[in-house]
């Protein structure tokens, strides 16, 4: 099993009753008791996402939300009218995701599959969501996962990804040097880390895109960075 896949089955073994019984499961943290600063860059970075979203998306379309985890966005959009469509490698956020919708009455599919074995949800897209997943993926194999995208997307789609900002501190700084140059070759480290994998920049984005996808507009937080594409 993939190292990332076991990392999140862990985590959702973990915290599933949290979730399920959390209030608020969107934004749920580690400390989302304490509402501590986990969960306050939390919920502003899915405040960021869902303003995004809605300032693009319209209802009418279903929204395909690739990596979408115990259902964050997907249960906002989910609250808002919109159909959605969720898959993720992990089929403990999957069964999550999936408990959740059925707890509120939620409309939703949800399928553990991994793109990049070429398994697909079935049916195009004119709407798709790539949120905090990129950086997941090794560089090696992101072109080729933006290309199982591109056979997903409905012509003229848009795609919406966002990848956490890699700080200007000096520590953050180093830590992402570390990661392209030494720990993302190491099963001991990308099974133990949330992001052992170099997070992609602009230059990066333009390249696992180019013939695919034209990126529309950016917009750059303290954060996090979000890229909204279409398809070409």
């Given at each position: 099993m993939n190292n990332q896949v076991s990392y999140y089955n862990r985590f959702g073994k973990q915290f599933e009753q949290n979730i399920l019984d959390c209030p608020e499961p969107a934004v749920w943290t580690t400390d989302y008791a304490e509402k501590g600063?986990?969960?306050?860059?939390?919920?502003?970075?899915?405040?960021?996402?869902?303003?995004?979203?809605?300032?693009?998306?319209?209802?009418?379309?279903?929204?395909?939300?690739?990596?979408?985890?115990?259902?964050?966005?997907?249960?906002?959009?989910?609250?808002?009218?919109?159909?959605?469509?969720?898959t993720d490698t992990s089929d403990v956020f999957i069964d999550i995701a999936t408990k959740l919708f059925d707890k509120y009455g939620y409309k939703g599919k949800f399928y553990c599959i991994d793109l990049q074995k070429g398994e697909m949800p079935g049916g195009s897209f004119k709407q798709i969501l790539l949120l905090d997943v990129l950086e997941h993926i090794k560089p090696f194999q992101?072109?080729?996962?933006?290309?199982?995208?591109?056979?997903?997307?409905?012509?003229?789609?848009?795609?919406?990804?966002?990848l956490p900002h890699v700080k200007k501190r000096l520590s953050s700084q180093v830590n992402n040097r570390i990661r392209k140059g030494i720990t993302q070759h190491f099963s001991y480290f990308t099974?133990?880390?949330?992001?052992?994998?170099?997070?992609?920049?602009?230059?990066?984005?333009?390249?696992?895109?180019?013939?695919?996808?034209?990126?529309?507009?950016?917009?750059?937080?303290?954060?996090?960075?979000?890229?909204?594409?279409?398809?070409?």
């Open positions: 600063r986990v969960y306050q860059e939390m919920k502003t970075r899915v405040a960021q996402q869902q303003t995004l979203i809605t300032e693009r998306f319209i209802k009418e379309e279903p929204v395909l939300d690739i990596g979408c985890g115990f259902g964050r966005q997907a249960f906002l959009l989910a609250q808002q009218g919109f159909s959605v469509t969720g992101r072109r080729k996962f933006i290309k199982q995208i591109f056979q997903l997307a409905a012509p003229g789609a848009q795609l919406i990804i966002s099974s133990k880390e949330e992001h052992p994998y170099p997070i992609p920049d602009k230059s990066d984005i333009l390249k696992y895109i180019q013939g695919l996808f034209r990126i529309e507009s950016e917009l750059v937080s303290p954060e996090t960075d979000y890229f909204v594409l279409r398809k070409v």
